[in-house]
């Protein structure tokens, strides 16, 4: 998830909506970061560079830097369709161009990623 430079390397993503996690793997532990944008390519840029006035980019930059020097493994899962909801026992199709469903299944995922041996990086 290096480059021949020492910077991060994400997986090509296309420019529109999605959700993605982050699973770092290290000691038997794991660790994960859920997230969600409108344009996967520009997320994935953002924390590539780590920008100091971006927060959260910079957090995750440096927590994959981090990671990938003591060792990790690290993968990442994204999502950009073919997501199925099941509300009051019927099947919809979200539209994840919207950030209230992108949110929504966001937070879900978060709390589904939970466990006694799993940490979370959504803080």
Known sequence: MLNM???LV???????????RI????DGRSRFYVGESQSLRRRFGNYRAGPPGQKTSYRIHHLLKDALAEGAQIAVDIVTDGVALTINGAE???DL????????????????TGGTDVELANK
């Open 5 to 7: 430079e020492g910077g």
């Open 10 to 20: 994400f997986p090509a993503v296309t420019l529109g909506a999605g959700l993605y």
């Open 23 to 26: 699973r770092i793997v290290l």
């Open 92 to 94: 919809i199709s979200p």
């Open 97 to 112: 161009a919207d950030k209230a469903t992108r949110r929504m299944i966001e937070h879900a995922a978060i709390v589904a």
